[in-house]
T-cell receptor, first 112, second 114 residues
Framework: DAKTTQPTSMDCAEGRAANLPCNHS???????VYWYRQIHSQGPQYIIH???NNETNEMASLIITEDRKSSTLILPHATLRDTAVYYC?????????????FGAGTQVVVTP | DTEVTQTPKHLVMGMTNKKSLKCEQH?????MYWYKQKAKKPPELMFV???????INESVPSRFSPECPNSSLLNLHLHALQPEDSALYLC?????????????FGQGTRLTVV
């Protein structure tokens, strides 16, 4: 499975965009990039995923570089409730039954 | 209904006790997972069930015994645990066998072994 590298922590001002980088230089052609977040003492929450193209949903946008070696999760207008650990995960192939392997993640703190 | 329900929310057990954690989902998902999360660490995969059959055991000690009695229910039976087994135990579910599908997590059971 491809490994991911994320910054340990990031601060973001409330109302501003939060840009969370992730490196996955060993990603395979059929592996998707997933983002989850975990608010303190809660279960992880799915945010978004993508393969090659940029993706957007009601929570965030995902920008994947053309060579697929890195990606950026964008929270367009961060709120205090977005304070959480954000995990970038490269998903295992189907024959592994799609298991998710979490890395260390980025602790994002949104400040007023 | 996109919910995974775990019970109990908190559990304190002695090292000689036997207890069970329960996880339930009604999304029609056929893959269910157990994760263990220690404080300030990411979740670690323990078991994966697919179509009610155990498909992955990540070398978990036998004092943890999973069970999937039907497609909606997943149990984790605990016996003779150690204090270092204290952690947040998370259950998740997802569709099978699609690649590009997300997993839904429960809120976890906070286990303390005394």
């Amino acid at each position: 499975d491809a490994k991911t590298t994320q910054p340990t922590s990031m601060d973001c001002a409330e109302g501003r965009a939060a840009n969370l980088p992730c490196n996955h230089s060993t990603i395979s052609g059929n592996e998707y990039v997933y983002w989850y977040r975990q608010i303190h003492s809660q279960g992880p929450q799915y945010i978004i995923h993508g393969l090659k193209n940029n993706e957007t949903n009601e929570m965030a946008s995902l920008i994947i570089t053309e060579d697929r070696k890195s990606s950026t999760l964008i929270l367009p207008h961060a709120t205090l409730r977005d304070t959480a650990v954000y995990y970038c995960i490269v998903r295992a192939p189907p024959d592994s039954w799609g298991k998710l392997q979490f890395g260390a993640g980025t602790q994002v703190v949104v400040t007023p | 209904d996109t919910e995974v329900t775990q019970t109990p929310k908190h559990l304190v057990m002695g090292m000689t006790n036997k207890k069970s954690l329960k996880c339930e989902q009604h999304m029609g998902h056929r893959a269910m997972y157990w994760y263990k999360q220690k404080a300030k660490k990411p979740p670690e995969l323990m078991f994966v069930y697919s179509y009610e059959k155990l498909s992955i055991n990540e070398s978990v000690p036998s004092r943890f015994s999973p069970e999937c009695p039907n497609s909606s229910l997943l149990n984790l039976h605990l016996h003779a645990l150690q204090p270092e087994d204290s952690a947040l135990y998370l259950c998740a579910s997802s569709q099978v066998p699609k690649l590009n599908t997300e997993a839904f997590f429960g809120q976890g059971t906070r286990l303390t072994v005394v």
